[in-house]
């Protein structure tokens, strides 16, 4: 069983004590020594305080095994502990050194096809693997023991990014001990995924196996039961070298490891219980019109994990290397967007990485000090961004955001929603899921997330863009906070299926049925791409529903001509609304911020410019101007710009893509 060691849980605060943690991934191994000295000089001068060492390092620590080679880390131990800069110390289990694969290839993983995914990138080990566990404890035991106690050492920093599947035999094996603790007997197991159907029953546990390559559709109650196992099983992996760097340290150094935004593979939920601090790598198209939304979101979610101050461990100074196209951001855009993260909770802003690198993968992809070096605009706006940090951490670290919307996320939902033989493949969870917090956000409104069986009872609106899959205790969770007086708002797709991604029956769960006055749901309508539905309010995309309502519900929108006309294409029952297509974005902004004021709820500051955006945390107003046109923001009183130290009474202006930081 998973469970958090006895005593005190270290928190973010540890490290920050005080101060916005600033720096990023430094991997002085790609260097020769001559640069440290000059790294540490361009540190200092960018207000730099905290660098993570060694993500990569695994081949450079142990470069045969069972061989120990510290020093080079010793030496950049005390570096940064005599230049005042703290140290995140990673441990290297992300990349095992390509000995660990040649000497014992059932590390490595394989995919549903059955090849191999051999070294020579990274990620490639098997989560499932006694061999690489072993190795993986051992080098952690070894660094943990060495440096458990350094001075330098402010957080610790588990593996990278874990996102590996593997459909090998030793993982079809640890699959077939996870099914047997969840289900016990193959009786149960053949009721939960509904083997009866295409002759799928299994008599003995060696048949069961991975979902691996088919003929045709796989077992939907197998595939999502699969990916429950993978999370499971990387999380394993964390909590084992979580708990070796505990017992060689301070209680007070926290531990994390790093999330990827909206990743599939983690449930990012149970994830967050288990650790002291919650992180995510971060990484906007600086040329997508609606970036800067895609940040908040992945900041609101992570926050919400987080409850309260969170860490944003990775983002780009500039481009990245891995898109089609590689675009660098336009001035003022990194700092708008690092402050944004400050704005929606981050206590940490860091980067991958320091210095660009000259060689591998990533060379194209940008630092902190990029191939222009000390001159370059890109380290210049780190050293403008660095200052700033430095003058508002005091005020900031520690403070908490308080919001009224609570937008409902889950991860079992969306591997159930996931299958392949679904009504529409072009219903895609996170689509669903950015266009609903795009309208509110656009709207001003502020938000949190939560999942379905979270205590709800603080917020006034919860929105529900799409939950395909709720346990019976989450649909109670959502009649109770309607009956408690708050307002819910639900898209389509939602109660469809239980845990098991059974189709409850009617095709809807009869207690949501009931709650937003759908009598029958006779059909889905799904859209093609580009398709929309006519209704006597707004175009309807992505899909629509053949619906009959209860008479004391209220179609508040109308389908109108085709199949549908005259029926709810959003349906009212007393403080519960059923979206039963996908307004276009203006008219689910509209929609949404009606329903928001309904409930009591209201943006930060009224008649704001689309183009900006305002976050209160605790006592400070953020405003953030993601156009690149100057505009003025009316005020409340009078206030104090925590970067500038200027008093700004009644009028606020801010400059293309300009950010002030406002105490009353």
Same mark, same amino acid.
């Given at each position: 069983?998973?469970?958090?060691?006895?005593?005190?849980?270290?928190?973010?605060?540890?490290? $920050?004590?005080?101060?916005?943690?600033?720096?990023?991934?430094?991997?002085?191994?790609?260097?020769?020594?001559?640069?440290?000295?000059?790294?540490?000089?361009?540190? /200092? =001068?960018?207000?730099?305080?905290?660098?993570?060492?060694?993500?990569?390092?695994?081949?450079?620590?142990? !470069?045969?095994?069972?061989?120990?080679?510290?020093?080079?880390?010793?030496? #950049?131990?005390?570096?940064?502990?005599?230049?005042?800069?703290? @140290?995140?110390?990673?441990?290297?289990?992300?990349?095992?050194?390509?000995?660990?694969?040649?000497?014992?290839?059932?590390?490595? !993983?394989?995919?549903?096809?059955?090849?191999?995914?051999?070294?020579?990138?990274?990620?490639?080990?098997?989560?499932?693997?006694?061999?690489?566990?072993?190795?993986?404890?051992?080098?952690?035991?070894?660094?943990?023991?060495?440096?458990?106690?350094?001075?330098?050492?402010?957080?610790?920093?588990?593996?990278?990014?874990?996102?590996?599947?593997?459909?090998?035999?030793?993982?079809?094996?640890?699959?077939?001990?996870?099914?047997?603790?969840?289900? &016990?007997?193959? =009786?149960?197991?053949?009721?939960?995924?509904?083997?009866?159907?295409?002759?799928?029953?299994?008599?003995?546990?060696?048949?069961?196996?991975?979902? *691996?390559?088919?003929?045709?559709?796989?077992?939907?109650?197998?595939?999502?039961?699969? /990916?429950?196992?993978?999370?499971?099983?990387?999380?394993?992996?964390?909590?084992?070298?979580?708990?070796?760097?505990?017992?060689? $340290?301070?209680?007070?150094?926290? @531990?994390?490891?790093?999330?990827?935004?909206?990743?599939?593979?983690?449930?990012? +939920?149970?994830?967050?219980?288990?650790?002291?601090?919650?992180? @995510?790598?971060?990484?906007?198209?600086?040329?997508?019109?609606?970036?800067?939304?895609?940040?908040?979101?992945?900041?609101?979610?992570?926050?919400?994990?987080?409850?309260?101050?969170?860490?944003?461990?990775?983002?780009?100074?500039?481009?990245?290397?891995?898109?089609?196209?590689?675009?660098?951001?336009?001035?003022?855009?990194?700092?708008?967007?690092?402050?944004?993260?400050?704005?929606?909770?981050?206590?940490?802003?860091?980067?991958?990485? +320091?210095?660009?690198? *000259?060689?591998?993968?990533?060379?194209?992809?940008?630092?902190?000090?990029?191939?222009?070096?000390?001159? &370059?605009? $890109?380290?210049?706006?780190?050293?403008?961004?660095?200052?700033?940090?430095?003058?508002?951490?005091?005020?900031?670290?520690?403070?908490?955001?308080?919001?009224?919307?609570?937008?409902?996320?889950?991860?079992?939902?969306?591997?159930?929603?996931?299958?392949?033989? %679904?009504?529409?493949?072009?219903?895609?969870?996170?689509?669903?899921?950015?266009?609903?917090?795009?309208?509110?956000?656009?709207?001003?409104?502020?938000?949190?997330?939560?999942?379905?069986?979270?205590? #709800?009872?603080?917020?006034?609106? @919860?929105?529900?863009?799409?939950?395909?899959?709720?346990?019976?205790?989450?649909?109670?969770?959502?009649?109770?906070?309607? %009956?408690? &007086?708050?307002?819910?708002?639900?898209?389509?797709?939602?109660?469809?299926?239980?845990?098991?991604?059974?189709?409850?029956?009617?095709?809807? =769960?009869?207690?949501?049925?009931?709650?937003?006055?759908?009598?029958?749901?006779?059909?889905?309508?799904?859209?093609?791409?580009?398709?929309?539905?006519?209704?006597?309010?707004?175009?309807?995309?992505?899909?629509?529903?053949?619906?009959? /309502?209860?008479?004391?519900?209220?179609?508040?929108?109308?389908?109108?001509?085709?199949?549908?006309?005259?029926?709810?294409?959003?349906?009212?029952?007393?403080?519960?609304?059923?979206?039963?297509?996908?307004?276009?974005?203006?008219?689910?902004?509209?929609?949404?911020?009606?329903?928001?004021?309904?409930?009591?709820?209201?943006?930060?500051?009224?008649?704001?410019?689309?183009?900006?955006?305002?976050?209160?945390?605790?006592?400070?107003?953020?405003?953030?101007?993601?156009?690149?046109? $100057?505009?003025?923001?009316?005020?409340?009183?009078?206030?104090?710009?925590?970067?500038?130290?200027?008093?700004?009474?009644? *009028?606020?202006? #801010?400059?293309?893509?300009?950010?002030?930081?406002?105490?009353?």
């Amino acid at each position: 069983m998973l469970a958090s060691p006895p005593g005190r849980r270290a928190a973010l605060a540890d490290a $920050t004590r005080g101060r916005i943690l600033f720096g990023g991934d430094y991997n002085p191994e790609q260097w020769p020594e001559e640069t440290w000295q000059e790294d540490v000089r361009l540190m /200092k =001068d960018a207000g730099v305080n905290s660098v993570t060492l060694g993500v990569f390092s695994w081949a450079k620590l142990e !470069p045969r095994p069972g061989e120990r080679h510290f020093g080079w880390l010793d030496t #950049l131990m005390d570096l940064m502990h005599e230049n005042g800069i703290g @140290v995140v110390l990673a441990t290297p289990t992300s990349s095992p050194p390509p000995w660990l694969g040649r000497l014992h290839p059932e590390t490595l !993983p394989r995919d549903e096809d059955g090849r191999t995914e051999w070294w020579g990138g990274r990620q490639h080990f098997s989560h499932s693997s006694a061999v690489y566990r072993r190795y993986a404890a051992a080098i952690t035991e070894d660094l943990a023991a060495r440096y458990g106690r350094h001075p330098a050492l402010t957080l610790w920093h588990i593996n990278n990014e874990y996102c590996t599947y593997d459909y090998g035999d030793e993982a079809a094996a640890r699959f077939r001990h996870w099914l047997r603790a969840r289900y &016990g007997t193959l =009786d149960a197991l053949n009721s939960a995924w509904g083997t009866a159907f295409w002759s799928q029953g299994y008599g003995d546990w060696e048949e069961v196996l991975p979902p *691996r390559h088919a003929h045709y559709l796989k077992n939907p109650g197998q595939v999502l039961d699969f /990916k429950r196992f993978t999370s499971d099983m990387l999380l394993e992996c964390y909590v084992a070298e979580r708990d070796i760097v505990r017992r060689h $340290t301070p209680p007070h150094v926290p @531990v994390t490891t790093n999330f990827m935004p909206l990743w599939a593979g983690q449930d990012a +939920w149970r994830w967050a219980e288990e650790e002291d601090v919650v992180s @995510v790598d971060l990484y906007p198209d600086p040329r997508d019109p609606f970036g800067a939304q895609h940040g908040a979101l992945v900041q609101d979610l992570t926050r919400s994990q987080a409850r309260g101050p969170w860490m944003l461990m990775e983002q780009a100074a500039g481009p990245v290397n891995w898109r089609g196209v590689n675009h660098p951001k336009p001035r003022g855009l990194n700092r708008l967007w690092s402050l944004q993260a400050v704005a929606r909770g981050a206590d940490a802003v860091c980067y991958f990485q +320091w210095r660009q690198s *000259r060689q591998g993968a990533e060379k194209f992809h940008s630092g902190m000090v990029g191939h222009a070096g000390e001159q &370059g605009r $890109t380290y210049q706006e780190i050293k403008r961004l660095g200052a700033e940090l430095g003058r508002i951490g005091a005020e900031v670290t520690g403070s908490h955001t308080s919001n009224d919307i609570a937008i409902l996320h889950d991860w079992d939902s969306w591997w159930a929603g996931a299958h392949e033989g %679904r009504p529409s493949t072009l219903v895609d969870h996170t689509r669903v899921l950015t266009a609903w917090h795009r309208a509110l956000w656009r709207a001003h409104l502020a938000t949190d997330f939560a999942r379905p069986d979270h205590d #709800l009872s603080a917020y006034k609106l @919860v929105v529900v863009p799409q939950a395909y899959a709720l346990t019976d205790t989450a649909i109670d969770n959502l009649l109770a906070c309607v %009956r408690a &007086g708050g307002t819910l708002v639900s898209g389509f797709l939602t109660g469809i299926a239980d845990e098991q991604d059974r189709v409850r029956t009617g095709g809807m =769960d009869a207690r949501l049925r009931a709650l937003f006055g759908i009598r029958t749901l006779h059909e889905w309508w799904p859209l093609e791409e580009g398709e929309s539905v006519g209704t006597d309010a707004f175009p309807g995309t992505l899909w629509s529903e053949e619906i009959e /309502k209860d008479e004391d519900a209220s179609a508040e929108v109308a389908y109108k001509g085709g199949e549908l006309d005259g029926m709810p294409a959003v349906l009212r029952k007393g403080r519960a609304h059923y979206l039963s297509t996908l307004p276009e974005p203006d008219a689910l902004r509209a929609l949404l911020a009606g329903i928001a004021a309904e409930a009591g709820v209201h943006p930060v500051l009224p008649a704001l410019p689309d183009q900006v955006e305002a976050v209160r945390r605790g006592e400070l107003l953020f405003l953030l101007n993601h156009g690149r046109d $100057t505009v003025t923001v009316d005020l409340p009183g009078s206030h104090r710009d925590l970067l500038t130290g200027t008093v700004v009474e009644g *009028r606020c202006t #801010l400059e293309r893509h300009g950010v002030v930081v406002l105490r009353p």
